[in-house]
Structure formats: C-alpha cells, structure tokens
C-alpha cells in the first residue's frame, strides 16, 4: 500500500494485454486483409457469445480440457470461456438445422489458461481469425479453396508477405496418416498416441521420437522404423507416386482413399495457381481428434528476416525445401511456429445432435503471430514508422497578435464545415492557443494539412491552407489564402491529389509545384 | 436425453444470442457507421482484456456491483468480465502516465448479470461502442465536441435517423442538480438518494416519486415540494435565463459554476451547428455516482414509425419538445429508452492512482438498442429485404449437353482470374452442377452476375457474362460473350456501372441500355 492509495496492483490479468498505439493500427490492417479476403470469398460472418454452457465445451479438447475458463457459479446456468472458435460454429450449426451449407468467418477473442509466452506470440487472451465451409459436397472441392483463402491472406499486399518465399503450407490427410501406421504394424489402439508422437517431428529429432514410441508407448522397434521410412517424405507429385509404386500403400483401402483425395486436391490447386505453395508432408499429425480429413499448417520463415532468413526465402524460390527445414531449426530468430492451421472435420457437428451430421473443413489464422511477424517485419522495412495513429487530415488552428481573442468558436465553425462534409479534423481545445503549440500538435499526429485563422483574415471571410512539412523555398510554403465558401472544395481537392500521390512535397520542389501553385493560389 | 444423444440443453447461455446473417451485417453497418465518425475526431482505438483483475471493478458500480460476472478461482489471480468500457478505460490510463491526454475509442462486448428482456434490447452479453476525451482542457470545449459526435452518429446516412424529429439530446450538469438539491434544503448526506429519485422522473409521475423521497426516504414534504418547482424546467437557454433571475441559485456557488459551463456549452453547440437538438433538462440525473459535471442522455422516438411517431416528428419540427415529451410516455411502440448516454468524470482515473487525475468526458452508444431500431426502421422502410447476406458479385458456373463433364477445373481457374483480380466470386462445389441449380443459388444470394462456361465456347477461348434478373426483350438478357483475356476488363466495368447505378435493369428496357448493350456485345 504505502503511498498509493490502491490497494491492489494495477494492472491486466496474466497472459492478456491491452493493444493500443499502432499495434492497433497494424492489427485492424490485418484483420481488414483478412475481411476483404473471406469476403471475396462469399463468407459471411457470425458473432457467438464469449461464453459457452459448459458441457457443450466438454469432451471436445481432449487433454486442453484443462486450459479451460470458468465462470464461477452465481447461480443458474454454468458457463465457460470459448477455447476455440471451432466448437461454438458446430454448435451454432447444431442448433440451426435449417441451415445446411455456409461459408462462415469468425474473428473473436478466444481464451486458454496456458503458460504465457508473450513474446513467442502465445497468450491466453489472443484472437483468432477463422474460416469454415460447411456442407455436403464433392470431394476436396472446398478444401481446396480453403488453401486458396490462406495464399491469398497471406499474399496480400500490405502484410508484407508477398514474394515467393514468404510462407508455406505442410499437408497431410488423417487417412493417409492412419494407413500408414496400419501398413508399419501399429495397433488400432495406439494409432492416435503414436500419431501424436509424430507431430513432434518438426521440433525433435527422430532418435527422440522414436524412443517416446518405442520405451514410452510400447511400439515394437521395426515398427517404428517402418514409420521412419513413410513419414520423412515430404514434397509433391512425387510422394504420391512412390508410394503407390508399394504395394502394401495398395492394398490399404485408408492410404487409396486418401491419395484419392490428395490427386484431386493437387488437381485443384494447380487449377487455383497454388500448387508451388503446398507440400504434401508425412508427419504432419496435428493435435486435434476431431480430424477426419485433409490436415494442414501454414509455416513462416520467421519473426525477424535475418540474413539466414534471406538465405532460406531463395533457397526455397529454388525448390530447395529439404534444405530449408534443416536450416530453420538451427535458427534462434525462427520460433513462431505455425501462423495458420485446419483441416476437414466431418463429424464434430454430429456430437451435438444425433441426427444431423454435416461436413466442414477450416482454416484458423493465429493473428497474434501473424501481428507480431508482420510488426517485425514493418519495423525491419521501416514502413512502421510511417503509420499514424490517427487519420486525420486537417488541423484547424488560430493565430494573432495582441489582443488575441483564440477565435474558438470561429475555429468551431470551420471544424463543423469540414465535418459536415466528412473531412476528418481536429482543432486545440483551448480559448487561445499559443500557434507553435498548434503546430506541434499537428505534426506529433503526423496530418497532412493546417487550415489556420487570422482575425484580419477571417473579417475578409478568408482562411489559409497550409500543406505541413513543405520545404523552405516551395511556392506554397507559407499556405494558399482561400474565400470560406470554397474552404471544403479545396480541401477535398489536396486530399484527393496527395492520395494519388500527386506529392508537393518534391525533391528540387520547383518542378511540379510551381505550375499547380499558380491555379491555387487565389488570397 | 431419450432419442437425442446429447445429455444437455443446446443453446446460448441466458441473457446471450448468435448474431447471424442480416442481423449481422445490418450491425456491421452500424459499427462502420459509428467508426467513421469517431475516426472524423480523430479518435484512436484501444482493446482492453474481456476481464480485469477483480479489484478494479471493485466499488466503481455502487448497487450494480452484483451484476458483475466473476471467473472462477481455477488458482492464480481473481478476475471479473467487464461491465462496461469506462473503468478500464481509467485503469488503462492508470497505468499508463505518460498518456496525459487521448481521444480514445471502443466498440467491445461488456457483461452484466441482469434480468434479460431481449424484445427491449437488454442483454446479459451486449456490445458498447465508447468515445471519451481524456486530458486537461479548457473548460466544455471536448464537452461540446462529444454532443457533435452524437448528432453526427444519428444524423449518418444508413441509420435512417435522419431527419429532424429522429433524436434529441437531454443535457444537465451535476453542479446545477447538487445546487438546486442545496438551494432546495437537501441534507448533504441525501443529495445522491434524492439524486436518483429525480433521475426516475421519466419513468414515473411526480407523485410517485415525491412519496419516494418523502416516505421512504425521509425528506421534508416542503423540500420536495421545492425540487419540483425546479425539476420539471426544461428547455434551451430561458432555463438559464429563469435560473439566474433567482437570487437563491444566484447565491449558491454550484449553481453558478454549473450555470456559466452551460452557457459555455451552449455557446460552443452553437458554433458547432447543433443547437436544435439539445434540450437542458433539469430532472436528468443519471445513475452512476462517478460523474461530476455535464451528463447526458440520447433518446428517440422509438423502435418503429408509427403514426404517433410521425406527429411527434411534426411537433419536434416545430420545437414542441414539451407536448412531444408528453405523448412518447402514452405509446407502447416507445420504449427502448435512451440509446445513448454519458458525461464527465473528473475524478475516476485518481481511483487507480493516487497521483494521478485525468479528466474526462465520454459517451457510449447501446449498440443493440441502436440495432434493435435500426433494424424495425428498415423493415418498415423495406429496405432490409434489400440487404444481401454476402457481398459475392460474380458466380461462375458451367452447362453442357450430353457427356458434360462440369468443366470444374475450367470454373476453377476462372475463379482464380477475378479473385486475383480482387472480384469477389464463387461457384458450385459440385464436378457436375446442373444450370438451373447453380442459378438458383446466384438468385439466393442476389449475386448480380452470372459467368457462363460451355464447353464448344470454352474451345475458343471464350465465355459468356450475364446480368441477373434482366427483363424478358432487355437486348443483354441472354448474356454476352467475351474472350477470356477480356473477362476481368469486362466484368470490372460492368460492375463500376452497377455501382454508380447505371443499372441496367430499367423500366420499359430498351431505352438506355439499348445503345450501352451494343459497345459490350461481342458474341
């Protein structure tokens, strides 16, 4: 306690933050890439509630059952924190059961009481973005666009991914995965622990992943060998191809439906131009039970481009991708792991209603990590610094002399008309302002433009604009004297041509200007 | 449980719901609406934790405290929902001292354990939409700038407010309230009993009230008598007038103080052009104990357009406002209460930090009260059935006679072609759609353009672009073919003019489009 007087310490629960600033800035950039994408898309959008009755949670996380929020019981109903996205959208679709097919996107806070790890990304607030595509339909059809979704969110300008390099997607299929292990020899009863164990091969070697399957989960040692040999295979086509050359593959009815499915998929992905983006990858298992099909993650070259990073993003350009993998373990400033992942889920609708079952397939987008890679990158580009925090485009200031009254309700005035005519504005809220402070105001919020008030000049009915940061010697350096009435007209006209870049602000600044100044300059 | 396999109720906890289709994007339009307004202040968002640590709540809400949703004790720190966004809000400012000052705004979900009466908009879960100006300034200048920001809120195309009659403002100041409470003979240790008594003045007739005050509790039958006399005043500035004719307000140091702030206040309306809207309304008291100067509330008149509602227009129009008030109390239609409302709070910052103090003044909008009228208006107006579910402009579909093999890799890569393009588009996830399948859900989702694939057409490199819902003889009602190298061209200048409602679809068809149809053709 001592000298404060709170008695408490001040600040947000573990694992959540408050986002403010440009990080605000630079997350509502990436939720509105994302928006503009899923709505290309044909998504529509639900809003779910933060919390859900607890059993409808129960029994869908497995072990993370855990990591579940509660609600403390105030009397009636019991409710818990969302986990994900994913369960509240099948109980949605449960409840629904007119609606049978839908492309829906959800961006929302979801909540987990893990360790925090705030700076690998990993909180227990965090949000994320996900995009699902419900219905009975052909085959691997939506899976497919599902890919696309992901290329193009992660293509977008703006997020500073763009390039060939910039990220890839593993893929897998459950079925695939499930043939193999009954092709090597696991027991029906240990499939899902053994493929667990396999999930962990892109962070630990073999020799560990193997000794958890053999002295931990009792898999005979060839087994695991012959697992050693399926699922360090990674690549295209040709995975395909050399497997069904085996014919043990062939004669496994899981591994031909699921290679069924992955042909048809490259098929689409070649017609959708994706198909460079994607790697068929035998140990990817993911962690969820609810998998029934397709299974895939998106990987990043990191937070940081390093030079190992630019060593990598062209040795992948060149196809090198088995180089590429072993390079990333070895570097520190690689860590965020996956910034996306999904897959297909026939049967998790059907948990809440015996009757209706209806097939999904999905894509979440971490967008922490997706925010803190992009923020990463933008400061390493020093595009970050040139993010304003508001988006203001004139500041209304007064000057005068002695006997200055601060003309406030004349600056008033002029904020009203430009607000009137949807120009974003801002004035000092003060009765006489001192004009270096008014400046400084406008240039710490980086706008473009000043419209400053005389008394001399406001008995005329004339205000001047002044374009901030021009340099000494440009024509319109000192500001442009406008009659009132054609205030808004003029604004609207230096706005439009600094957004398509028609900048006064030049190098040798006479060029361009001079002219242009000549039609503007009317005090 | 019986026939069903889930032992559970499914459905949303008490007091929440899904928001779904045109529910959704009529509040998304709403949300944009609103953003673009406080962005036009400059505004800059911050997003604060969904809960806080529990002593942060703690004695902000007085009797309201036990609406507060608290998590369980799972170990680790207590923590509560939010029940609004103005005390973390403080708390954010707390913790932050380097910010002296901020436009801030939010628009999240908050959390009260209240009785839900979900036809009136009143919600367990509901989302706020904030605005408050934080920072030492002059006196009621950001005052009078947030009572723009309402006007400009209401007065927004797309709400439907427009219009004179849609909304009014009550403003009182709790300086002149205290005052009069003084003047009146309130005790001291009564002033905020007595305060909230008033503040049921529009719920309740007078009578009431006054037995409240004087029965329950325990304030001299005179005293009563005399906060009435002044209670029932309203209007604009001849409540002053008559104020200041009074030499007991006269000499009553609040009363002068929250006299000259409204004078001030109504000084700066002006200037801002808003006058006509405000009303000064001596029995608005407002419940929430932490606000220390101007307070207002947002009301309109009521979630439909009845007859009644249009006389009330009519009466507003005329500055009626006493008779207006009179009948809102008589029409059942009316009822959702303010949907807006706030003040300024000086002093609450300094609750989290004993040095710190940040004024402040803010509003917050009751965005589900907002949409539940929003939302009748546009049914009323017919408008609502105009909103289409997703934004999708172009679906891509195929037919074929004998043999056809659905050309779906064919639609695929045409899909690609405008998505790269940034066109929003979809099509049937089927190898083999049948035509009058696919057409029927382009009609369901008013999706505005058809592309069509055959196969002969398709060998030559072409395909056809077709309106939908053209009129029988329109010269473009079969459609028009187009080379695949022109599609993106074609459809992007078709859209253009659908946007800036060079619609094709007219009255009497073939006057205007005749002329346009013949530069398009080119089959």
Chains 1, 2 share one sequence.
Not at 356 to 385: H, L, N, W, Y
Request: proline share 4%; with cysteine; charged share 30%.
């Amino acid at each position: 306690m001592g000298k404060d007087k709170v008695p408490y310490q001040l600040k947000t629960p573990k694992g959540t933050k408050d986002w403010e600033g440009k990080d605000m800035v630079i997350r509502d950039r990436i939720f509105s890439t994302i928006t503009t994408v899923f709505k290309r898309h044909g998504g529509v959008t639900i809003d779910t509630p933060v919390f859900e009755l607890r059993p409808i949670l129960s029994g869908k996380y497995g072990e993370d059952s855990k990591l579940i929020y509660d609600l403390s019981d105030q009397g009636g109903e019991l409710c818990s924190l969302r986990y994900d996205l994913t369960v509240p959208f099948a109980r949605w679709l449960a409840i629904n059961p007119t609606i049978q097919s839908i492309k829906r996107y959800h961006i929302a806070k979801v909540y987990r009481r893990d360790q925090p790890a705030m700076t690998k990304g990993r909180m227990r607030e965090f949000y994320q973005c996900d995009f699902d595509v419900a219905g009975a339909y052909d085959r691997m059809v939506p899976d497919a666009e599902i890919l696309r979704i992901v290329c193009e969110v992660f293509g977008e300008q703006g997020l500073g991914w763009t390039g060939e390099g910039g990220f890839h997607i593993k893929i897998n299929h459950r079925k695939v995965l499930d043939g193999i292990f009954e092709v090597c020899g696991v027991p029906k009863e240990k499939i899902r622990t053994i493929s667990s164990a396999v999930d962990k091969l892109d962070k630990s070697p073999w020799e560990e992943v193997k000794k958890e399957m053999v002295d931990e989960k009792g898999l005979p040692e060839e087994v695991a060998d012959r697992i050693w040999e399926f699922v360090q295979r990674k690549g295209g086509r040709d995975v395909m191809d050399a497997l069904r050359q085996d014919s043990r593959v062939m004669a496994n009815a899981n591994l031909v439906a699921g290679l069924e499915d992955m042909d048809l998929l490259f098929t689409y992905l070649s017609a959708f131009g994706i198909l460079s983006k994607v790697e068929f990858y035998l140990s990817l298992a993911r962690g969820l039970d609810y998998y029934t099909g397709v299974i895939f993650e998106v990987i990043t070259e990191g937070s940081v481009p390093s030079a190992t990073d630019q060593k990598l993003q062209k040795a992948a350009q060149k196809g090198k991708t088995a180089e590429f993998d072993e390079d990333r373990s070895n570097d520190p400033s690689v860590g965020v792991g996956s910034v996306a992942g999904g897959g297909r889920y026939d049967e998790l609708v059907g948990m809440f209603s015996g009757k209706a079952q209806i097939p999904c397939v999905g894509i979440s987008f971490g967008v922490d990590r997706i925010f803190s890679i992009t923020k990463a990158r933008m400061e390493a580009s020093k595009t970050a610094s040139a993010i304003r925090p508001t988006e203001v485009d004139v500041f209304v200031m007064a000057f005068g002399g002695k006997g200055f009254t601060g003309l406030l309700t004349e600056r008033m005035q002029i904020a009203k008309m430009l607000w009137d005519a949807g120009i974003k504005a801002e004035f000092a809220y003060k009765q006489k302002p001192k004009l270096p402070a008014q400046f400084k105001s406008a240039e710490q919020s980086g706008i473009p433009f000043a419209i400053i008030l005389g008394e001399d000049e406001q008995a005329q009915g004339k205000v001047k604009i002044k374009e901030m940061g021009l340099l000494e010697g440009h024509p319109e350096k000192d500001g442009v004297m406008v009659d009132i009435g054609d205030l808004v007209g003029e604004v609207r006209e230096k706005l439009r041509r600094k957004a398509e870049g028609v900048e006064e602000v030049v190098d040798g600044v006479n060029g361009l200007s001079t002219q242009d100044a000549e039609g503007k300059t009317r005090g």
